[in-house]
Protein backbone atom coordinates (compact mmCIF):
# COMPACT_ATOMS: atom_id res chain seq x y z
CA UNK A 1 0.00 0.00 0.00
CA UNK A 2 2.48 2.00 0.48
CA UNK A 3 4.72 1.35 -2.42
CA UNK A 4 1.59 2.52 -3.97
CA UNK A 5 1.09 5.58 -2.34
CA UNK A 6 4.56 6.72 -3.44
CA UNK A 7 4.18 5.74 -7.19
CA UNK A 8 1.29 7.98 -7.19
CA UNK A 9 2.78 11.06 -5.75
CA UNK A 10 5.98 10.66 -7.81
CA UNK A 11 3.44 10.57 -10.52
CA UNK A 12 1.38 13.77 -9.82
CA UNK A 13 4.75 14.91 -9.25
CA UNK A 14 6.06 14.30 -12.52
CA UNK A 15 2.60 15.56 -14.41
CA UNK A 16 3.15 18.95 -12.27
CA UNK A 17 6.42 19.46 -13.30
CA UNK A 18 6.27 18.05 -16.76
CA UNK A 19 2.37 20.68 -17.37
CA UNK A 20 4.49 23.28 -15.69
CA UNK A 21 7.73 22.84 -18.30
CA UNK A 22 5.28 23.00 -20.65
CA UNK A 23 4.05 26.31 -19.83
CA UNK A 24 6.90 27.62 -19.81
CA UNK A 25 8.03 26.17 -22.94
CA UNK A 26 5.32 27.57 -24.33
CA UNK A 27 5.69 31.38 -23.37
CA UNK A 28 8.96 31.04 -24.67
CA UNK A 29 8.28 29.95 -28.07
CA UNK A 30 5.88 32.46 -28.20
CA UNK A 31 8.13 35.08 -27.31
CA UNK A 32 10.65 33.79 -29.54
CA UNK A 33 8.15 33.71 -32.41
CA UNK A 34 7.17 37.22 -31.32
CA UNK A 35 11.14 38.06 -32.02
CA UNK A 36 11.33 35.86 -35.27
CA UNK A 37 7.98 37.43 -37.12
CA UNK A 38 9.75 40.58 -38.60
CA UNK A 39 8.73 40.74 -42.25
CA UNK A 40 10.62 42.89 -44.36
CA UNK A 41 8.50 45.89 -45.22
CA UNK A 42 8.10 46.09 -48.85
CA UNK A 43 6.72 49.72 -49.92
CA UNK A 44 3.10 49.84 -51.82
CA UNK A 45 2.22 52.53 -53.98
CA UNK A 46 4.04 55.33 -55.03
CA UNK A 47 6.29 56.76 -52.35
CA UNK A 48 6.97 59.79 -53.48
CA UNK A 49 3.00 60.43 -52.96
CA UNK A 50 2.62 62.78 -50.03
CA UNK A 51 -0.72 61.89 -49.47
CA UNK A 52 0.20 58.09 -48.91
CA UNK A 53 3.36 58.49 -47.59
CA UNK A 54 3.74 61.77 -45.29
CA UNK A 55 7.45 64.15 -45.43
CA UNK A 56 7.14 64.90 -42.12
CA UNK A 57 8.32 64.63 -39.67
CA UNK A 58 11.45 66.66 -40.92
CA UNK A 59 13.67 65.65 -38.38
CA UNK A 60 14.64 61.88 -37.53
CA UNK A 61 17.27 59.79 -36.16
CA UNK A 62 19.42 63.30 -35.29
CA UNK A 63 19.06 64.35 -38.90
CA UNK A 64 16.86 66.52 -41.78
CA UNK A 65 15.74 69.95 -41.92
CA UNK A 66 15.17 71.36 -37.97
CA UNK A 67 14.43 74.93 -38.77
CA UNK A 68 11.78 77.92 -38.21
CA UNK A 69 8.54 78.09 -39.78
CA UNK A 70 7.68 82.06 -40.77
CA UNK A 71 4.85 82.84 -38.87
CA UNK A 72 2.90 85.83 -38.42
CA UNK A 73 4.43 87.75 -40.95
CA UNK A 74 4.10 91.29 -41.63
CA UNK A 75 2.18 91.91 -45.59
CA UNK A 76 5.15 92.86 -46.85
CA UNK A 77 6.81 89.47 -46.20
CA UNK A 78 4.60 87.60 -48.22
CA UNK A 79 4.96 88.02 -51.81
CA UNK A 80 3.09 85.98 -54.96
CA UNK A 81 5.51 85.85 -57.76
CA UNK A 82 3.81 87.34 -60.99
CA UNK A 83 5.12 87.26 -64.49
CA UNK A 84 6.77 90.88 -66.12
CA UNK A 85 6.91 90.19 -69.58
CA UNK A 86 10.23 93.07 -69.52
CA UNK A 87 12.58 90.78 -67.47
CA UNK A 88 13.51 87.11 -67.41
CA UNK A 89 11.78 85.01 -64.86
CA UNK A 90 15.24 84.52 -63.08
CA UNK A 91 15.57 88.43 -62.68
CA UNK A 92 12.14 89.09 -61.26
CA UNK A 93 12.22 86.03 -59.19
CA UNK A 94 15.66 87.00 -58.24
CA UNK A 95 14.40 90.53 -57.41
CA UNK A 96 11.51 89.30 -55.49
CA UNK A 97 14.25 87.32 -52.93
CA UNK A 98 16.34 89.75 -52.60
CA UNK A 99 14.54 92.39 -51.45
CA UNK A 100 13.01 90.20 -48.92
CA UNK A 101 16.45 89.26 -47.53
CA UNK A 102 16.91 92.50 -47.21
CA UNK A 103 14.09 93.00 -44.49
CA UNK A 104 15.12 89.44 -42.97
CA UNK A 105 13.41 87.06 -45.05
CA UNK A 106 9.74 86.01 -46.13
CA UNK A 107 7.39 83.93 -48.26
CA UNK A 108 7.00 83.37 -51.94
CA UNK A 109 3.96 81.65 -53.61
CA UNK A 110 4.59 80.98 -56.96
CA UNK A 111 1.41 80.25 -59.01
CA UNK A 112 0.60 77.62 -62.20
CA UNK A 113 2.02 78.55 -65.14
CA UNK A 114 5.39 77.92 -67.27
CA UNK A 115 8.62 79.56 -66.02
CA UNK A 116 12.23 79.78 -67.40
CA UNK A 117 15.09 80.24 -64.57
CA UNK A 118 18.61 79.38 -64.20
CA UNK A 119 21.00 79.74 -60.85
CA UNK A 120 18.41 81.64 -58.97
CA UNK A 121 19.99 82.47 -55.71
CA UNK A 122 17.75 81.51 -52.67
CA UNK A 123 19.41 83.34 -49.09
CA UNK A 124 18.13 82.89 -45.94
CA UNK A 125 14.65 82.75 -43.60
CA UNK A 126 13.24 82.58 -47.82
CA UNK A 127 10.18 79.89 -47.89
CA UNK A 128 8.87 79.08 -51.31
CA UNK A 129 5.86 77.51 -52.28
CA UNK A 130 4.83 76.26 -55.29
CA UNK A 131 1.49 75.66 -56.65
CA UNK A 132 -0.38 72.73 -58.63
CA UNK A 133 0.65 73.50 -62.38
CA UNK A 134 3.89 75.00 -61.36
CA UNK A 135 6.53 74.14 -64.45
CA UNK A 136 9.85 75.05 -64.63
CA UNK A 137 12.23 75.07 -67.41
CA UNK A 138 16.21 75.79 -67.24
CA UNK A 139 17.30 78.81 -68.96
CA UNK A 140 19.65 77.71 -71.01
CA UNK A 141 20.46 81.40 -73.20
CA UNK A 142 21.02 82.92 -69.81
CA UNK A 143 24.96 82.69 -68.44
CA UNK A 144 25.93 81.29 -65.32
CA UNK A 145 25.90 77.32 -63.83
CA UNK A 146 23.76 75.29 -65.15
CA UNK A 147 21.27 75.21 -61.52
CA UNK A 148 17.60 76.02 -61.47
CA UNK A 149 18.53 76.78 -57.68
CA UNK A 150 21.42 78.11 -55.89
CA UNK A 151 22.00 77.19 -52.18
CA UNK A 152 25.07 78.50 -50.37
CA UNK A 153 27.52 77.46 -53.93
CA UNK A 154 30.57 78.69 -53.88
CA UNK A 155 29.03 81.22 -50.59
CA UNK A 156 32.31 81.67 -48.35
CA UNK A 157 31.16 84.77 -46.65
CA UNK A 158 27.33 83.81 -44.90
CA UNK A 159 25.82 80.37 -44.35
CA UNK A 160 22.22 80.15 -45.97
CA UNK A 161 20.25 79.11 -43.34
CA UNK A 162 16.37 77.75 -43.08
CA UNK A 163 14.70 77.23 -46.25
CA UNK A 164 12.26 75.84 -47.72
CA UNK A 165 11.15 74.79 -51.41
CA UNK A 166 7.40 73.16 -51.04
CA UNK A 167 5.13 71.60 -53.79
CA UNK A 168 1.58 71.32 -53.48
CA UNK A 169 -0.58 69.05 -55.40
CA UNK A 170 -0.17 64.97 -56.16
CA UNK A 171 2.19 63.40 -58.07
CA UNK A 172 0.72 64.72 -61.65
CA UNK A 173 -0.21 67.80 -60.42
CA UNK A 174 2.61 68.98 -57.94
CA UNK A 175 5.53 71.30 -59.46
CA UNK A 176 7.91 69.74 -62.28
CA UNK A 177 11.38 70.74 -62.89
CA UNK A 178 12.60 69.79 -66.45
CA UNK A 179 16.63 69.19 -66.92
CA UNK A 180 16.90 69.44 -70.74
CA UNK A 181 20.26 68.83 -72.65
CA UNK A 182 19.40 71.72 -75.18
CA UNK A 183 22.48 69.02 -77.30
CA UNK A 184 24.81 70.76 -74.37
CA UNK A 185 27.09 67.96 -72.29
CA UNK A 186 27.31 70.36 -69.18
CA UNK A 187 26.12 69.68 -65.61
CA UNK A 188 22.67 70.44 -65.12
CA UNK A 189 21.01 70.07 -61.52
CA UNK A 190 17.79 70.71 -59.73
CA UNK A 191 18.85 72.59 -56.65
CA UNK A 192 22.74 73.02 -55.94
CA UNK A 193 23.58 72.91 -52.04
CA UNK A 194 26.71 74.03 -50.70
CA UNK A 195 27.31 76.95 -47.81
CA UNK A 196 23.92 75.63 -46.25
CA UNK A 197 21.98 74.48 -42.89
CA UNK A 198 18.65 73.73 -42.32
CA UNK A 199 17.11 73.06 -45.94
CA UNK A 200 13.72 71.63 -46.70
CA UNK A 201 12.48 70.42 -49.98
CA UNK A 202 9.60 68.81 -50.85
CA UNK A 203 7.21 67.60 -53.12
CA UNK A 204 8.37 67.69 -56.98
CA UNK A 205 8.59 65.63 -60.23
CA UNK A 206 12.09 66.31 -61.85
CA UNK A 207 12.37 64.86 -65.34
CA UNK A 208 15.84 64.65 -66.64
CA UNK A 209 17.18 64.07 -70.23
CA UNK A 210 20.31 61.80 -69.20
CA UNK A 211 21.92 64.92 -68.32
CA UNK A 212 25.81 64.89 -66.32
CA UNK A 213 24.68 66.04 -62.83
CA UNK A 214 22.88 64.47 -59.97
CA UNK A 215 19.86 66.63 -59.91
CA UNK A 216 19.83 67.25 -55.73
CA UNK A 217 23.31 67.20 -55.08
CA UNK A 218 25.61 68.52 -52.12
CA UNK A 219 29.23 69.78 -52.05
CA UNK A 220 31.55 71.31 -50.00
CA UNK A 221 32.61 75.08 -50.32
CA UNK A 222 36.20 75.19 -49.44
CA UNK A 223 37.79 78.00 -46.59
CA UNK A 224 40.95 76.93 -47.07
CA UNK A 225 43.49 74.35 -48.01
CA UNK A 226 42.15 72.02 -44.59
CA UNK A 227 38.55 72.78 -44.06
CA UNK A 228 35.32 73.81 -45.72
CA UNK A 229 31.97 74.33 -45.02
CA UNK A 230 29.41 71.00 -45.75
CA UNK A 231 25.61 70.82 -46.15
CA UNK A 232 23.85 70.08 -42.89
CA UNK A 233 20.25 69.45 -41.38
CA UNK A 234 18.96 69.14 -45.10
CA UNK A 235 15.64 66.70 -45.60
CA UNK A 236 14.42 66.15 -49.22
CA UNK A 237 11.25 64.62 -49.01
CA UNK A 238 8.75 63.28 -51.42
CA UNK A 239 10.25 63.54 -55.09
CA UNK A 240 10.33 61.82 -58.07
CA UNK A 241 13.02 61.75 -61.25
CA UNK A 242 12.77 60.28 -64.58
CA UNK A 243 15.46 59.65 -67.33
CA UNK A 244 18.28 59.85 -64.93
CA UNK A 245 22.06 59.27 -65.97
CA UNK A 246 23.94 56.25 -65.28
CA UNK A 247 26.22 58.12 -63.55
CA UNK A 248 24.02 59.91 -61.52
CA UNK A 249 20.46 60.11 -60.06
CA UNK A 250 18.51 62.27 -58.25
CA UNK A 251 20.18 62.46 -54.48
CA UNK A 252 24.18 62.59 -54.24
CA UNK A 253 26.05 63.65 -50.85
CA UNK A 254 29.22 64.21 -51.93
CA UNK A 255 29.79 66.14 -48.03
CA UNK A 256 27.03 66.31 -45.48
CA UNK A 257 26.11 66.05 -42.13
CA UNK A 258 22.83 65.06 -40.55
CA UNK A 259 21.27 64.63 -44.21
CA UNK A 260 17.18 62.73 -44.05
CA UNK A 261 16.51 61.36 -47.48
CA UNK A 262 12.49 60.26 -47.96
CA UNK A 263 10.25 58.66 -49.93
CA UNK A 264 12.08 59.54 -53.01
CA UNK A 265 11.66 57.46 -56.73
CA UNK A 266 14.24 57.30 -59.50
CA UNK A 267 13.86 55.94 -62.73
CA UNK A 268 17.11 55.05 -64.12
CA UNK A 269 20.55 56.20 -62.37
CA UNK A 270 20.79 56.15 -58.89
CA UNK A 271 18.32 56.96 -56.42
CA UNK A 272 20.53 58.03 -53.89
CA UNK A 273 24.16 58.30 -54.20
CA UNK A 274 26.38 58.49 -50.82
CA UNK A 275 30.19 59.15 -51.30
CA UNK A 276 32.87 61.66 -50.67
CA UNK A 277 33.92 62.28 -53.98
CA UNK A 278 34.61 66.21 -53.74
CA UNK A 279 35.50 66.40 -50.36
CA UNK A 280 38.36 63.64 -50.43
CA UNK A 281 40.98 66.35 -51.37
CA UNK A 282 40.18 68.09 -47.66
CA UNK A 283 39.59 64.35 -46.16
CA UNK A 284 35.61 65.93 -45.60
CA UNK A 285 33.27 63.25 -46.13
CA UNK A 286 29.08 62.46 -45.13
CA UNK A 287 28.35 61.97 -41.47
CA UNK A 288 24.62 60.46 -40.34
CA UNK A 289 22.98 60.08 -43.31
CA UNK A 290 19.32 58.59 -42.74
CA UNK A 291 17.83 57.32 -46.11
CA UNK A 292 14.05 56.01 -45.37
CA UNK A 293 11.44 54.72 -47.83
CA UNK A 294 13.16 54.94 -51.72
CA UNK A 295 12.76 53.08 -54.69
CA UNK A 296 14.69 52.45 -57.79
CA UNK A 297 13.16 52.00 -61.01
CA UNK A 298 15.35 50.23 -64.58
CA UNK A 299 18.00 51.70 -63.06
CA UNK A 300 21.56 51.17 -61.23
CA UNK A 301 20.20 51.40 -57.64
CA UNK A 302 18.39 52.61 -54.96
CA UNK A 303 21.28 53.76 -52.42
CA UNK A 304 25.25 53.55 -53.57
CA UNK A 305 27.86 53.82 -50.35
CA UNK A 306 31.17 54.45 -51.99
CA UNK A 307 33.44 56.12 -49.14
CA UNK A 308 36.48 57.07 -51.80
CA UNK A 309 39.45 57.63 -49.16
CA UNK A 310 37.42 59.38 -46.02
CA UNK A 311 36.73 57.55 -42.66
CA UNK A 312 32.83 58.70 -42.91
CA UNK A 313 30.02 58.63 -40.02
CA UNK A 314 26.96 56.61 -39.84
CA UNK A 315 24.41 55.48 -42.99
CA UNK A 316 21.13 54.05 -42.04
CA UNK A 317 18.37 52.83 -44.66
CA UNK A 318 15.46 51.30 -43.72
CA UNK A 319 13.13 50.41 -46.52
CA UNK A 320 14.97 50.63 -50.30
CA UNK A 321 13.16 48.71 -52.97
CA UNK A 322 14.51 48.12 -56.56
CA UNK A 323 11.94 47.46 -59.50
CA UNK A 324 13.90 46.05 -62.76
CA UNK A 325 17.39 48.06 -61.16
CA UNK A 326 20.13 46.10 -61.39
CA UNK A 327 20.83 45.79 -57.71
CA UNK A 328 19.44 47.64 -54.47
CA UNK A 329 22.06 48.11 -52.50
CA UNK A 330 25.79 48.95 -53.99
CA UNK A 331 27.89 48.84 -51.45
CA UNK A 332 31.37 49.24 -52.86
CA UNK A 333 34.86 49.00 -51.83
CA UNK A 334 37.07 52.48 -51.08
CA UNK A 335 40.07 53.33 -53.02
CA UNK A 336 42.77 56.08 -52.88
CA UNK A 337 42.62 58.67 -55.99
CA UNK A 338 45.01 61.09 -56.87
CA UNK A 339 43.68 64.05 -54.91
CA UNK A 340 43.12 62.26 -51.71
CA UNK A 341 44.37 63.68 -48.58
CA UNK A 342 44.47 60.83 -46.91
CA UNK A 343 46.05 57.70 -48.27
CA UNK A 344 44.39 54.91 -47.48
CA UNK A 345 40.83 53.42 -48.21
CA UNK A 346 37.88 54.67 -46.56
CA UNK A 347 34.80 53.39 -45.04
CA UNK A 348 31.48 54.12 -43.41
CA UNK A 349 31.09 53.47 -39.54
CA UNK A 350 30.94 50.01 -38.20
CA UNK A 351 27.06 50.90 -36.62
CA UNK A 352 25.44 51.56 -40.07
CA UNK A 353 22.51 49.53 -40.82
CA UNK A 354 20.07 48.56 -43.64
CA UNK A 355 16.80 47.32 -43.11
CA UNK A 356 13.62 46.26 -45.27
CA UNK A 357 15.52 45.74 -48.76
CA UNK A 358 13.91 44.39 -51.58
CA UNK A 359 14.40 43.83 -55.34
CA UNK A 360 11.61 42.89 -57.88
CA UNK A 361 14.10 40.95 -60.61
CA UNK A 362 13.65 41.85 -64.43
CA UNK A 363 15.16 40.76 -67.05
CA UNK A 364 16.05 43.64 -69.68
CA UNK A 365 15.13 46.49 -67.76
CA UNK A 366 18.23 46.99 -65.77
CA UNK A 367 20.89 49.80 -66.61
CA UNK A 368 24.78 49.52 -65.34
CA UNK A 369 28.20 50.99 -66.31
CA UNK A 370 30.21 48.65 -68.62
CA UNK A 371 33.30 48.43 -66.02
CA UNK A 372 30.37 46.49 -63.53
CA UNK A 373 30.00 43.57 -66.09
CA UNK A 374 32.72 41.99 -64.90
CA UNK A 375 30.67 41.42 -61.40
CA UNK A 376 27.81 39.50 -63.78
CA UNK A 377 27.56 35.78 -63.25
CA UNK A 378 28.28 34.17 -66.51
CA UNK A 379 24.65 32.73 -66.45
CA UNK A 380 23.13 36.17 -66.47
CA UNK A 381 25.86 37.59 -69.20
CA UNK A 382 23.77 36.44 -72.39
CA UNK A 383 20.82 38.60 -71.52
CA UNK A 384 22.74 41.70 -72.12
CA UNK A 385 23.52 40.88 -75.69
CA UNK A 386 27.59 41.01 -75.88
CA UNK A 387 29.98 41.76 -77.78
CA UNK A 388 27.12 44.63 -78.85
CA UNK A 389 25.57 45.22 -76.30
CA UNK A 390 21.74 46.55 -75.55
CA UNK A 391 23.06 50.58 -74.63
CA UNK A 392 21.79 53.64 -73.96
CA UNK A 393 23.07 56.31 -76.75
CA UNK A 394 20.67 58.75 -75.30
CA UNK A 395 23.07 58.94 -72.02
CA UNK A 396 25.79 61.47 -71.53
CA UNK A 397 27.63 58.82 -70.29
CA UNK A 398 27.72 57.21 -73.63
CA UNK A 399 30.83 56.73 -75.26
CA UNK A 400 32.71 54.56 -77.30
CA UNK A 401 36.61 54.28 -77.59
CA UNK A 402 38.62 54.79 -80.83
CA UNK A 403 39.02 50.82 -81.19
CA UNK A 404 35.13 50.62 -81.02
CA UNK A 405 34.71 49.49 -76.87
CA UNK A 406 32.77 51.00 -74.72
CA UNK A 407 34.19 52.89 -71.89
CA UNK A 408 34.19 52.35 -68.41
CA UNK A 409 30.93 54.47 -67.58
CA UNK A 410 28.74 53.64 -70.65
CA UNK A 411 25.55 52.11 -70.06
CA UNK A 412 24.25 48.95 -70.57
CA UNK A 413 20.82 47.66 -70.35
CA UNK A 414 20.17 44.17 -68.99
CA UNK A 415 18.59 42.06 -65.88
CA UNK A 416 18.49 42.73 -62.15
CA UNK A 417 21.28 41.06 -60.80
CA UNK A 418 21.30 41.26 -57.38
CA UNK A 419 19.55 42.37 -54.46
CA UNK A 420 22.57 43.81 -52.60
CA UNK A 421 25.90 43.77 -54.07
CA UNK A 422 29.09 44.64 -51.38
CA UNK A 423 32.75 44.24 -52.14
CA UNK A 424 33.89 46.26 -49.04
CA UNK A 425 36.36 45.18 -46.43
CA UNK A 426 35.21 47.37 -43.86
CA UNK A 427 32.15 45.83 -41.52
CA UNK A 428 28.66 47.04 -42.17
CA UNK A 429 25.90 45.73 -40.65
CA UNK A 430 23.57 43.88 -44.02
CA UNK A 431 20.28 41.66 -43.12
CA UNK A 432 20.42 38.02 -42.99
CA UNK A 433 19.74 36.32 -46.32
CA UNK A 434 16.02 35.23 -44.90
CA UNK A 435 15.42 39.04 -44.38
CA UNK A 436 16.50 40.10 -48.11
CA UNK A 437 13.15 40.06 -50.60
CA UNK A 438 13.75 38.84 -54.16
CA UNK A 439 10.88 38.34 -55.98
CA UNK A 440 9.87 38.68 -59.76
CA UNK A 441 12.21 36.41 -62.12
CA UNK A 442 14.76 34.83 -59.45
CA UNK A 443 16.26 32.23 -61.81
CA UNK A 444 19.93 32.70 -61.35
CA UNK A 445 19.65 36.08 -59.21
CA UNK A 446 21.29 36.57 -55.85
CA UNK A 447 20.35 38.01 -52.86
CA UNK A 448 23.67 39.05 -51.88
CA UNK A 449 26.45 39.20 -54.53
CA UNK A 450 30.19 39.39 -53.05
CA UNK A 451 32.83 38.96 -55.47
CA UNK A 452 35.90 38.92 -53.29
CA UNK A 453 34.23 36.25 -51.60
Known amino acids: ?50 SLYPAQPYFQEGAGYNGTELENLSPEKIKTFVKNNLISDTENLQ ?18 GNYKIKNVLLKSNIHITFDEGVVIHMDTNRPG ?21 KGLGNPSERPKLYLERNNANGFRRAIAMGNIKNVLIENFSIYDEYTKGTAIAMNPVQIDETSAYIPENVTIANVSMTGASIGYGLAQTNTGRNILLKNLVCEGGM ?32 VLLQPHSVVNGR ?40 KNISLFSKDDTASMSFKNFKYVPEKLQYLYYPPNFVRNELDVNHALGSNGEFSNESPITGPSVAVIFKDTSYPLNI ?15 LKLLEPNK
Not at 320 to 348: H, I, N, P, Q, Y
Request: glycine share 8%; with cysteine.
Open 1 to 50: MKNILVAILCCCFVSCSASEAEIVDSERIEKEDEIEVQETIIPEGDVSDI
Open 95 to 112: SLIDGLSEIGGGKVFIPA
Open 271 to 302: TCRIEAHTGRHLDIGVYNIIIKNVVSRNGKAA
Open 431 to 445: PKTSEIVLKGVVVDR
Open 145 to 165: KGFLFNLGVDRFDTTIENVQL
Open 315 to 354: VMVDVAMAEGSTWTLFLKEGFVASDSKRREKGSFDASSTF
